[in-house]
């Protein structure tokens, strides 16, 4: 069993700050890659950053030079600093976990809203 869990969203006026993080446990044995996705109201769900274990990030464009995904002092530890936001970044924010051989594991989501 993996558990994916989130932390760290609120509410932020435009041009400010927030730290996302995401802890994986359980049987994360083969931990692949960790990723964030949102999903804004009345949106599909869109890739925002990933990590993978070679090292390699990659980013949607809106994001490139705002957001930075990082590990923390574990592997399956990873955090999403967002930095510069917008009112079109507010969404529920996903922490997804790709395992070797068991597939993908999603948080519960955490909201982060962007006001004027």
């Known amino acids: 069993q993996v558990q994916v869990v989130e932390s760290g969203g609120g509410l932020v006026q435009a041009g400010g700050s927030l730290r996302l993080s995401c802890a994986v446990s359980?049987?994360?044995?083969?931990?692949?890659?960790l990723g964030w996705w949102r999903q804004a109201p009345g949106k599909q769900r869109e890739q925002v950053a990933h990590?993978?274990?070679?090292?390699?990030?990659t980013y949607t464009d809106s994001v490139k030079g705002r957001f930075t995904i990082s590990r923390e002092s574990a592997w399956n530890t990873v955090s999403l600093q967002m930095n510069s936001l917008r009112l079109e970044d507010t969404a529920v924010y996903y922490c997804?976990?790709?395992?070797?051989?068991?597939?993908?594991?999603w948080g519960q989501g955490t909201q982060v809203t962007v006001s004027q």
């Open positions: 997804r976990a790709i395992v070797a051989l068991k597939g993908a594991y």
């Open positions: 359980g049987s994360s044995f083969g931990l692949n890659a």
């Open positions: 990590l993978f274990s070679d090292g390699r990030t």
